[in-house]
Protein backbone atom coordinates (compact mmCIF):
# COMPACT_ATOMS: atom_id res chain seq x y z
CA UNK A 1 0.00 0.00 0.00
CA UNK A 2 0.55 3.50 -0.53
CA UNK A 3 2.13 5.77 2.31
CA UNK A 4 3.45 9.46 2.69
CA UNK A 5 5.66 10.85 5.58
CA UNK A 6 5.93 14.23 6.01
CA UNK A 7 8.39 15.85 8.32
CA UNK A 8 9.25 17.17 11.31
CA UNK A 9 5.42 17.77 12.53
CA UNK A 10 6.36 21.03 14.58
CA UNK A 11 8.68 23.53 13.97
CA UNK A 12 9.96 26.38 15.19
CA UNK A 13 12.29 28.91 13.54
CA UNK A 14 13.48 32.30 14.06
CA UNK A 15 12.81 34.99 11.34
CA UNK A 16 15.89 35.07 8.52
CA UNK A 17 16.64 31.60 9.30
CA UNK A 18 16.14 28.64 6.54
CA UNK A 19 13.79 25.81 6.16
CA UNK A 20 13.70 22.25 4.71
CA UNK A 21 10.33 20.51 4.68
CA UNK A 22 10.72 17.19 3.37
CA UNK A 23 8.16 14.64 2.15
CA UNK A 24 8.67 10.96 1.01
CA UNK A 25 6.15 8.76 -0.56
CA UNK A 26 6.21 4.61 -0.91
CA UNK A 27 4.33 2.35 -2.23
CA UNK A 28 3.97 4.08 -6.16
CA UNK A 29 5.91 5.47 -8.47
CA UNK A 30 6.32 8.80 -11.02
CA UNK A 31 3.38 10.27 -8.44
CA UNK A 32 2.34 13.82 -8.81
CA UNK A 33 3.25 16.13 -5.91
CA UNK A 34 2.68 18.70 -4.09
CA UNK A 35 2.97 21.50 -0.88
CA UNK A 36 -0.17 23.53 0.47
CA UNK A 37 -0.03 25.55 3.22
CA UNK A 38 -2.73 26.45 5.25
CA UNK A 39 -2.98 29.78 7.26
CA UNK A 40 -5.14 30.15 10.14
CA UNK A 41 -8.86 30.68 9.54
CA UNK A 42 -8.38 29.99 5.70
CA UNK A 43 -8.62 27.51 2.78
CA UNK A 44 -5.36 25.41 1.19
CA UNK A 45 -3.18 27.23 -1.11
CA UNK A 46 -1.33 25.58 -3.47
CA UNK A 47 2.64 26.49 -3.42
CA UNK A 48 4.18 23.69 -5.73
CA UNK A 49 3.12 21.12 -7.68
CA UNK A 50 6.00 18.25 -9.36
CA UNK A 51 4.85 15.84 -12.24
CA UNK A 52 8.41 14.05 -12.61
CA UNK A 53 11.94 14.39 -11.23
CA UNK A 54 13.22 18.32 -11.35
CA UNK A 55 9.79 19.61 -12.76
CA UNK A 56 8.42 22.12 -10.27
CA UNK A 57 4.92 24.19 -11.17
CA UNK A 58 4.75 27.21 -8.65
CA UNK A 59 1.63 28.45 -8.11
CA UNK A 60 2.35 31.74 -6.52
CA UNK A 61 5.30 33.76 -5.56
CA UNK A 62 6.80 33.56 -2.73
CA UNK A 63 9.83 33.65 -0.46
CA UNK A 64 9.64 29.63 -0.39
CA UNK A 65 11.11 27.04 -3.36
CA UNK A 66 10.26 23.26 -4.02
CA UNK A 67 12.36 20.70 -5.25
CA UNK A 68 12.64 16.78 -6.36
CA UNK A 69 15.68 15.35 -6.44
CA UNK A 70 14.19 11.69 -6.64
CA UNK A 71 11.18 10.16 -7.75
CA UNK A 72 9.40 10.02 -4.31
CA UNK A 73 10.64 13.28 -2.59
CA UNK A 74 9.78 16.57 -2.65
CA UNK A 75 11.20 19.11 -0.05
CA UNK A 76 10.45 22.41 0.59
CA UNK A 77 12.70 25.18 1.12
CA UNK A 78 13.78 28.75 2.51
CA UNK A 79 16.78 30.59 2.39
CA UNK A 80 15.37 33.13 4.44
CA UNK A 81 12.04 32.67 6.61
CA UNK A 82 9.99 35.60 7.39
CA UNK A 83 6.90 35.63 9.77
CA UNK A 84 4.28 35.53 7.01
CA UNK A 85 5.51 32.22 6.10
CA UNK A 86 4.21 30.58 9.37
CA UNK A 87 1.24 28.30 8.39
CA UNK A 88 0.42 24.67 8.68
CA UNK A 89 2.33 22.80 5.73
CA UNK A 90 0.54 19.80 3.06
CA UNK A 91 2.35 17.34 0.73
CA UNK A 92 0.04 15.03 -1.22
CA UNK A 93 0.39 12.69 -3.87
CA UNK A 94 -1.90 11.50 -6.29
CA UNK A 95 -1.44 8.86 -9.28
CA UNK A 96 -2.10 11.11 -12.01
CA UNK A 97 -3.76 14.53 -13.29
CA UNK A 98 -6.67 16.09 -10.97
CA UNK A 99 -9.39 13.83 -11.60
CA UNK A 100 -7.86 11.47 -9.17
CA UNK A 101 -7.96 11.86 -5.33
CA UNK A 102 -4.65 13.31 -3.92
CA UNK A 103 -3.13 11.56 -0.29
CA UNK A 104 -2.41 13.83 2.49
CA UNK A 105 0.25 13.58 4.98
CA UNK A 106 0.44 14.92 8.38
CA UNK A 107 1.15 18.29 7.83
CA UNK A 108 4.45 20.74 9.79
CA UNK A 109 3.07 23.68 12.03
CA UNK A 110 5.85 26.14 10.74
CA UNK A 111 5.53 29.01 13.23
CA UNK A 112 8.51 31.88 12.32
CA UNK A 113 9.45 33.89 15.53
CA UNK B 1 -10.92 29.54 -15.11
CA UNK B 2 -12.16 26.16 -12.78
CA UNK B 3 -12.78 27.07 -9.21
CA UNK B 4 -14.84 26.07 -6.47
CA UNK B 5 -16.98 27.73 -3.81
CA UNK B 6 -18.15 26.93 -0.60
CA UNK B 7 -20.96 29.02 0.13
CA UNK B 8 -20.99 28.58 4.26
CA UNK B 9 -17.60 28.79 6.23
CA UNK B 10 -19.21 27.99 9.20
CA UNK B 11 -22.29 25.57 9.80
CA UNK B 12 -23.78 24.73 13.32
CA UNK B 13 -25.85 21.44 13.79
CA UNK B 14 -27.12 19.81 16.76
CA UNK B 15 -26.27 16.16 17.39
CA UNK B 16 -29.02 13.57 15.62
CA UNK B 17 -30.14 16.51 12.93
CA UNK B 18 -29.40 16.20 9.18
CA UNK B 19 -25.78 18.15 7.84
CA UNK B 20 -25.37 20.39 4.88
CA UNK B 21 -22.27 21.93 3.30
CA UNK B 22 -22.17 23.57 0.46
CA UNK B 23 -20.29 23.56 -2.42
CA UNK B 24 -20.29 24.79 -6.27
CA UNK B 25 -17.85 24.86 -9.00
CA UNK B 26 -17.28 26.35 -11.80
CA UNK B 27 -15.29 24.65 -14.58
CA UNK B 28 -15.65 24.48 -18.71
CA UNK B 29 -15.16 20.93 -18.35
CA UNK B 30 -16.15 18.12 -16.79
CA UNK B 31 -14.97 18.14 -13.46
CA UNK B 32 -14.01 15.59 -10.62
CA UNK B 33 -14.67 16.34 -7.37
CA UNK B 34 -14.14 15.72 -4.13
CA UNK B 35 -14.99 16.36 -0.37
CA UNK B 36 -12.32 15.78 2.15
CA UNK B 37 -12.96 16.12 6.44
CA UNK B 38 -9.78 18.14 8.19
CA UNK B 39 -9.64 17.43 11.99
CA UNK B 40 -7.37 19.82 13.93
CA UNK B 41 -4.04 19.90 13.19
CA UNK B 42 -4.28 16.95 11.09
CA UNK B 43 -3.95 16.00 7.30
CA UNK B 44 -6.76 15.75 5.08
CA UNK B 45 -8.87 12.25 4.63
CA UNK B 46 -11.13 11.86 1.25
CA UNK B 47 -14.59 11.78 2.46
CA UNK B 48 -16.06 10.75 -1.40
CA UNK B 49 -15.15 11.81 -4.88
CA UNK B 50 -17.51 12.17 -8.31
CA UNK B 51 -15.61 11.21 -11.42
CA UNK B 52 -18.22 11.20 -14.22
CA UNK B 53 -19.68 8.31 -12.92
CA UNK B 54 -23.03 8.05 -10.56
CA UNK B 55 -23.99 11.29 -9.55
CA UNK B 56 -25.12 10.14 -5.97
CA UNK B 57 -21.98 9.29 -4.13
CA UNK B 58 -21.73 7.27 -1.22
CA UNK B 59 -18.47 7.86 1.39
CA UNK B 60 -17.49 7.28 4.18
CA UNK B 61 -19.25 7.91 8.11
CA UNK B 62 -22.10 8.25 6.25
CA UNK B 63 -21.79 11.13 4.17
CA UNK B 64 -22.98 11.43 0.48
CA UNK B 65 -22.75 13.97 -2.48
CA UNK B 66 -25.52 14.61 -5.42
CA UNK B 67 -23.44 15.84 -8.48
CA UNK B 68 -26.07 17.95 -10.14
CA UNK B 69 -24.46 20.08 -13.33
CA UNK B 70 -27.75 22.33 -13.67
CA UNK B 71 -26.77 23.59 -10.80
CA UNK B 72 -23.11 23.62 -10.87
CA UNK B 73 -23.18 21.54 -7.87
CA UNK B 74 -21.76 18.89 -4.96
CA UNK B 75 -23.29 19.70 -1.69
CA UNK B 76 -22.44 17.33 1.04
CA UNK B 77 -25.19 15.92 3.45
CA UNK B 78 -25.20 13.58 6.31
CA UNK B 79 -28.71 12.05 7.53
CA UNK B 80 -27.97 12.60 11.32
CA UNK B 81 -25.20 13.95 12.64
CA UNK B 82 -22.59 12.69 15.30
CA UNK B 83 -20.43 14.76 17.69
CA UNK B 84 -17.54 13.12 16.02
CA UNK B 85 -18.39 14.94 12.50
CA UNK B 86 -17.24 18.01 14.28
CA UNK B 87 -14.13 19.11 11.79
CA UNK B 88 -12.96 21.24 8.65
CA UNK B 89 -14.90 20.00 4.94
CA UNK B 90 -13.17 21.17 2.15
CA UNK B 91 -14.71 20.65 -1.16
CA UNK B 92 -12.21 20.15 -4.37
CA UNK B 93 -12.37 20.85 -7.93
CA UNK B 94 -9.90 18.42 -10.45
CA UNK B 95 -9.72 17.98 -13.60
CA UNK B 96 -7.70 17.70 -16.62
CA UNK B 97 -4.94 19.14 -14.91
CA UNK B 98 -2.66 18.34 -12.52
CA UNK B 99 -3.62 20.56 -10.35
CA UNK B 100 -6.48 20.47 -7.42
CA UNK B 101 -8.01 23.27 -6.53
CA UNK B 102 -9.29 23.63 -2.55
CA UNK B 103 -12.39 25.49 -1.19
CA UNK B 104 -12.21 28.03 1.50
CA UNK B 105 -13.53 25.14 3.94
CA UNK B 106 -16.56 24.70 5.82
CA UNK B 107 -16.00 24.48 9.79
CA UNK B 108 -18.92 22.44 10.95
CA UNK B 109 -19.52 22.30 14.56
CA UNK B 110 -21.45 19.90 16.42
CA UNK B 111 -23.76 20.77 19.42
CA UNK B 112 -24.67 17.69 22.51
Known amino acids: SQTIHQWPATLVQPVGSPLSLECTVE??????LYWYRQAAGRGLQLLFY??????ISSEVPQNLSASRPQDRQFILSSKKLLLSDSGFYLC????????????FGQGTRLTVV | AQSVTQLDSHVSVSEGTPVLLRCNYS??????LFWYVQHPNKGLQLLLK??????LVKGINGFEAEFKKSETSFHLTKPSAHMSDAAEYFC??????????FGTGTLLAVQP
Open chain 2, 92 to 101: VYGGATNKLI
Open chain 1, 50 to 55: SVGIGQ
Open chain 1, 92 to 103: AWARGYGDTEAF
Open chain 2, 50 to 55: YTSAAT
Open chain 2, 27 to 32: SSYSPS
Open chain 1, 27 to 32: GTSNPN
